[in-house]
């Protein structure tokens, strides 16, 4: 397993649409292996294979608080949702950002697991907004899109500065995927 380099905003490559999983094989398992290391390292609750820059729909989350609930989902499908609901989201690929982030509260999703079998969820609250945080991670869309454009522009600008000064120390408080 290896702790992977996570691509930060305003990186371009977090930009790319991924691609479908067309069999899921060793080298898929050995990429949600790493993906897992990666996000546990950076202690995070989620992790897309696009923030380490492999652009297949591929993701990884466990929000639990003992760390001991991983999930993996690859090629995932939103069947249902309902609700909505803004709640604080932070994003490894952002660091040191939490912002409110408008996400239906329950969904129903379809995904293949790491055997390559398909399994319906269904999630709510933390869950089920992480779920979405990564599946926009798979379509190149980040929480700061979400954002007013000078919010954004003013985290670009501090990202770009922060970057320059000490481009491996970005601490993040909050959870983030
Ligand atoms: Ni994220």
Known sequence: MAVLTVLEYPDLRLRTRASAVTTVDDAVRQLID???ETMYAASGIGLAASQV????RIMVLDISATKDEPRCFINPEILAQQGSASSDEGCLSVP???EPVNRATKIRIRALDRDGRSFELEA???LAVCIQ???DHLDGKLLVDYLSELKRLRIK???LKQRKRAP??????KPAY
């Open 34 to 36: 790493d993906l897992f």
């Open 53 to 56: 820059d492999v652009h297949e």
């Open 96 to 98: 040191g950002v939490t």
């Open 124 to 126: 709510e609250d933390l």
């Open 133 to 135: 945080h990564e599946m």
């Open 157 to 159: 600008k501090k990202a």
């Open 168 to 173: 491996m120390d970005a601490p993040t408080t």
